[in-house]
């Protein structure tokens, strides 16, 4: 596509592409699950390894993540997407989220959050930073183990992302998009011969 | 997909699926022009609308952040990948970025940081907020403006994800991927007609 150079103002707005969708699930006092999808989220730091995720002090998750300062992330696959959509509408201060889509659970062996079954990957995270922006507060977790569900994992050490098969949240028109076709590989497709560093 | 509940531990690592990818723009003490692709980046807040990008301190990007305190979001559509996939490779402390991929540029009108021309989307950001992690600096920017290319918003006013054609970093394989079909409606795929709030 040929743009034109020509720039229309749309003002300021939370709006990117493409953003993450994945689940933040945490444990209140009485250890019940809850779980909230989350769009305004990212990796953050490679060492040590952590994500940012952005929650409104009126999510349940908040006060979650204020008791136990701990979470698990979860990868949806695409498969999910209407379960996904259902964690983000509803509030877990008043719908028991895992029971109403008859989710299973377990405790993590190492933070106090659940390993909530049937998803791909599930991050074990620990907050280690909150930072208050406004709408939200952006909590920073330190990643303290990946679990990799084992049918995803027979050949390989990592699965690629067609084999998790996530999506995304287009925050302009508020729709999800699955995985595309592959591009090229990163750190090669742009190398440039003449160049010498 | 059935997965196993049979869970892997792979460890903790800089791991999560998807993560954008987008250029971020600065100027040095000489106007002089730097972009850097960037994955560990993500919208943080709503109200105001903010985003967060991680950058090493080895980058020429950490000196310009430090120094001017504003940059530009570039996002890049997939014809870009290799453009993108050159700008995360070198550093802006060897290579003239813009002037090697013949990217023209003007300043903005609100911040000190450039306009890159060719691209569909960029948004124009304020540091507002500044958190070491490790490896990584987090920078929080707030969004003053958002500006569009006139070619995607001729009938509408905020362009689908299609229009964009951004593209994701799979962490796992560091491979680009596009963005794929049309999944649902968010706030809405997930309504249960059963759930009264």
């Keep these: 596509m040929n743009y034109t150079n020509e720039l229309i103002s749309i003002g300021p707005r939370a709006l990117s592409y493409p953003n993450p969708v994945m689940l933040i699930a945490t444990f209140d006092e009485n250890k019940i699950p809850d779980i909230m999808a989350a769009s305004w989220y990212g990796i953050c730091c490679s060492e040590p390894p952590c994500v940012n995720v952005s929650v409104r002090k009126a999510r349940k998750t908040y006060d979650n993540l204020i008791l136990n300062n701990c979470f698990t992330v979860l990868v949806p696959s695409e498969e999910m997407v209407m379960e996904a959509d259902f964690t983000g509408i509803y509030s877990g201060h008043k719908v028991d989220k895992c029971k109403e889509l008859d989710l299973k659970y377990t405790n993590s062996e190492i933070i ?82 003449n160049i010498n560093t």
Excluded: M
């Design 112 to 193: 106090d959050a659940p390993v909530i079954e049937g998803f791909p990957i599930l991050l074990e995270c620990k907050v280690i930073n909150k930072i208050e922006l406004g709408s939200h507060t952006q909590f920073i977790g330190r990643i303290l183990d990946i679990k990799v569900n084992k049918s995803l994992i027979e050949n390989k050490k990592i699965p690629t992302i067609k084999d998790v098969k996530p999506f995304v949240y287009d925050s302009g028109t508020r729709a999800y998009y699955s995985i595309g076709k592959f591009l090229g590989d990163a750190y090669k497709i742009g190398l440039k011969s």
